[in-house]
Each structure stands twice: as C-alpha cells, then as structure tokens.
C-alpha cells in the first residue's frame, strides 16, 4: 500500500531535546530560507543538522518550524493549512558564543523576522491517551550502555525517510525508529520520546505518565489492518496528501495489535481528556522576506 512515500520527521518538535529558556533571546547570525525542492510525496528525506555552528533544516513546513520555535507538539498548534503544508529548507549559522542549545530561542527570532509569525497561548482540552505502566511492572529491558550516545560534540542530526517498503527515522546521539513490515521498533528511546513517536501512529496525542527515566529498546508487532491504519495516521499528520479512500479507512478504525504488544512489555493507554497548551497562529507571511 503506497499510502506513505515520505514519513517524515514528525514532527521533530516532538522529540527534539528540551533547550534551556534562561537567556536572552539570540538570533542566528545569517539565515537562508528557500522553498524546498524535493516534494513530500516523492520519497524526500528531512530533518535537522545541527553541526557546530552550521545548521541546516529539510523540507520542513512552517507548522514544523514553529513547533520546534516554540517546544510544542504540532497537534498543538492551530493555524491555516498551507502552514502545514509548504515546504521550506533553512540554513543558518549560530553566532559565536551562542550555544546550539538556543537552537529555539534563534528559530523564533527568524520566524517573527522572516515570516511576520504571530501567535497567541491558550488551553484546550484534547482526548489523550495516557502511557502508563501496567500492572505487574515494567518488562522491557533497558538499552545496552553506547558510548556515542553522550557525545554532545558529536553534529546533532534528526532525519527521517520514507517509502512504500517503511519508515526510518534517526533521532540522534544513538535513538532511532522504524515502522516496515508489521512492527515498529524503537532503539534507546526515553519514554517521553516514545510517548511522542506513537503518537504519530495513532488517532490521538499521547502523554507520558510512566515516570521512568531510563532508556529502552522496544520491538512491537502489529496486524496487517492495523499497520495499514497507523501508516494513514502518520501521513495525515507528516501533512502527506492523501486519498479519499484512504482517509476512509481510519472511520471507526482502532489499533488493537499496538495495544497488546504494549501490554506484553508492560506498557498500557489509557484514553482521557487533559487540558493542553496550544499555539495560535494569527498571522504569517506566506512567503519569507528576501535573504
């Protein structure tokens, strides 16, 4: 089923590392904004590199911007629907001085800068799924120890591609997961990462409840119904167009395979309804001022 030929990143926002705020604002020192010229829907990969004090972003949409701008989840924000689905690529360079940890801090400055964005913070109460713990514990092990993993000199890349075989998505500093043939698997991923990842797969936000700290490998095998519908969810929300037919699909559709393969590593969701912060969009250029 060629329903998802780029699985992008995810909303990289949703999984990027939670940078420090107690700072003034910086600004990158020059920035490029470009349309991106690989299409979405012809298998492109995308992602963040951030390399010293050279970082370049792929066929990213706006909507992904402002998500990592602002560390929200893109379901979080509420904005027109070309902002989730423009492409654009950016490079920049970090100004001496300037630790690439305010990576957010700078990509704010550039979207108020270069695309006039202007938003506003409410609360909204959405229909979650809770991760918890099941009963009887936890049964996955902890990831094996990786060297590489706390190598924070090391260029930070967050990368995902797609195709009709499956999705890869490289998470950096030793984290990564895939969904093809059936199963997803996740390498040394936290629980709020893996809260964040799923989400992309299923018909609801997930929030992390689990209150564990380490980080883990996970291989969960789902049915070929369910894996047709998660495909579906996550293109919905990589902002891939989709089919009529397709879309259809998700009416009524559950995921019950992922549920007991997150029974049997003693994992449980719980649906609910929380009050999450939101972002609104209520303004923005479409097109970003000149370089």
Known sequence: MNVIKALLVFGACGVAPAFAQNTPRPEFEVATIRPSAQGIQ??????????????????????????????????????????????????ATIPAGVPPAQFPEMMQRLLEDRFQVKIHREKKDFPVYVLEVAKGGLKAQESAPDPNAADTKAPLAIAGSGSAQGISVNLGRGSSYSF????????????????????RFVDRPIVDMTDLTGHYDFALPVTDEDYRVMLIHAGVNAGVSLPPQALRLLDGASTPSLFDALQKVGLRLDARKSPLDMIVVDDSRKTPTEN
């Open 42 to 91: 012809d298998g492109a990969t995308a992602g963040v590199r951030i390399d010293g004090a050279q970082v370049r972003c792929a066929a990213l949409t706006l909507k992904d911007y402002i998500g990592m701008a602002y560390r929200i989840k893109l379901y979080q924000i509420s904005a027109p629907d070309w902002i989730g689905s423009d492409r654009f690529d950016i490079a």
């Open 180 to 199: 093809a043939n059936n199963k997803f698997e996740a390498n040394r991923v936290d629980m709020p990462t893996l809260a964040a990842v799923l989400e």
